[in-house]
């Protein structure tokens, strides 16, 4: 098992930074094969949706809505995962969740941090 633990949200303007960080620990294994981690987010009355996912050869993948604003990172011996937030807009707002894709010989398995409240005002 592999917990996964969110931290940097908060209360922010129209045009600010925020930079979620989120840390994964357990398993030694099951960390070792996790393959992809990644942001989704889900604001109120809408899907959970990808912002962004990198790979453990650092391969990124971006919403359309956040290129060029935010960047995702990670640093492989510390197991965590960063999405640095640029320019956040009040559209911004929402749950950000850190998921974790541990490849395994049935499929991927996905785990899921408790979320991190992400709000903009305009």
């Known amino acids: 098992q592999v917990q996964l633990v969110e931290s940097g949200g908060g209360l922010v303007q129209a045009g600010g930074t925020l930079r979620l960080s989120c840390a994964a620990s357990g398993n030694i294994f099951s960390i070792n094969d996790i393959s992809a981690m990644g942001w989704y987010r889900q604001a109120p009355g809408k899907q959970r949706e990808l912002v962004a996912a990198i790979t453990r050869g650092r391969v990124t993948n971006y919403a359309d809505s956040v290129k060029g604003r935010f960047t995702i990172s990670r640093d492989n011996a510390k197991n965590t995962v960063y999405l640095q937030m640029n320019n956040l807009k009040a559209e911004d707002t929402a749950v950000y969740y850190c998921?974790?894709?541990?490849?395994?010989?049935?499929?991927?398995?996905?785990?899921w941090g408790k979320g991190t409240l992400v709000t903009v005002s305009s």
């Open positions: 998921n974790a894709k541990e490849s395994t010989g049935f499929g991927p398995k996905d785990y």
